[in-house]
């Protein structure tokens, strides 16, 4: 399967700005000839490599090759969507084949630039060292709003080896705890609900702010900018919460030989009535993430992942199977009027979504009468 590993270039100032002239003047090529490619109507490479490869070369200063890889570009951003000319932002990410870069190790890359090859130093993790070896074909040079320049690089990694799966960890996701397992432990807690709350309340009064102004006539550009980087934070942030429940949730998987049952997300937030806090909260967490995340570190580690619908999971008591509104007298309780079952109500969904993974796949085969 492929994955993308985030490593980090560490330019010097003289380096960083003609990194950034290359980008500029990429992007500003690829414009003009979306352009172009619009007015035709063509997306095709030859074409459009007949028609305007010299004044890309000429005008914008590319090299050959990286000329190419600007209508190589166009060309696929004009198929996504014929409808419209393509539009490419000044510091937009440029594609790097492997005509256009070469690895000197894992510390070191080469970059051609407007004015020739340079040597970038670079850095990464172990995570990253120990993949590095399967890169594949082409990277990506970004500029993030922080100043900071990476490389994403695409790498191609055999699948786990999956062995027979008859029992699951049923997945609870929710509000408060991110997600909650079957067996019992909750991930996230009062460490990540306080950056969410903080985060919350701080965009909230940054555009209270800007209405205010804007109510003044005077033009918020110092609070829109504020606004960027907290949200350009709050993305990290969650990216690495996600990364690190994924990677729990695998690992106690594959170290008990089971697999893992998420619930399904289509209708999540419709199926489930939050507070209008909890609403903000939920709305602002990225589930779908959550389960790429976990599907791709499954998928290396061999471990099977189920989805199953979750209706009726969190008023289903797991003991008796009564199903009952009454059944949760508050948001974080399951108590079953039935049977007297209590337990935390995530916990209990959890256990109801492990039940039916472990119906799904061991109901018996019946074969039909001759």
């Not at 102004?213 to 990216?239: C, Q, T, V, Y």
């Not at 009454?326 to 948001?331: E, K, L």
Request: charged content about 25%.
């Amino acid at each position: 399967m492929k994955l993308t590993l985030q490593t980090q270039l560490l330019p010097t100032s003289e380096q960083a700005a003609l990194l950034e002239a290359t980008m500029r003047a990429f992007n500003e090529a690829a414009n003009w000839l979306a352009g172009e490619a619009f007015a035709r109507k063509t997306a095709n490479k030859i074409l459009l490599q007949k028609l305007c490869y010299a004044q890309l070369r000429e005008r914008f200063g590319l090299s050959a090759q990286m000329a190419v890889r600007c209508i190589a570009q166009v060309c696929e951003a004009y198929k996504r969507d014929r409808s419209k000319r393509p539009q490419f932002r000044p510091l937009a990410a440029v594609p790097y084949d492997q005509r256009l870069m070469s690895f000197k190790g894992i510390d070191r890359v080469s970059l051609l630039t407007l004015s020739g090859r340079i040597l970038v130093p670079m850095v990464m993790g172990k995570y990253q060292q120990e993949r590095f070896t399967a890169a594949r074909g082409q990277c990506d040079l970004v500029l993030r709003k922080d100043g900071k320049w990476f490389l994403l690089v695409t790498v191609d990694l055999p699948d786990g080896t999956k062995p027979p799966t008859t029992d699951f960890i049923g997945v609870d996701l929710g509000v408060a705890n991110i997600a909650t397992d079957s067996d019992g432990q909750h991930y996230s807690g009062d460490a990540v609900e306080a950056v969410r709350s903080r985060q919350y309340t701080l965009r909230a009064s940054l555009q209270r702010a800007a209405s205010a102004k804007k109510r003044r006539g005077m033009r918020p550009k110092n609070i829109r900018r504020k606004l960027k980087r907290l949200s350009g934070k709050e993305r990290r942030f969650r990216a690495n919460e996600n990364h690190r429940i994924a990677k729990s949730l695998v690992a106690k998987a594959k170290g008990t030989g089971r697999g893992l049952a998420l619930e399904e997300l289509k209708g999540i937030r419709n199926r489930t009535r939050f507070r209008k806090a909890q609403r903000a909260k939920m709305g602002g967490w990225a589930l779908a993430q959550l389960r790429a995340f976990v599907e791709y570190k499954a998928r290396l580690a061999g471990v099977e992942v189920v989805y199953i619908n979750p209706a009726y999971t969190s008023q289903t008591c797991a003991v008796c199977g009564h199903v009952s509104k009454a059944n949760r007298p508050s948001q974080t309780e399951f108590r079953c009027v039935a049977c007297g079952h209590a337990d935390h109500a995530d916990v209990n969904a959890a256990s109801n979504i492990r039940c039916l993974a472990r119906a799904s796949v061991n109901t018996p085969k019946v074969s039909e009468p001759h």
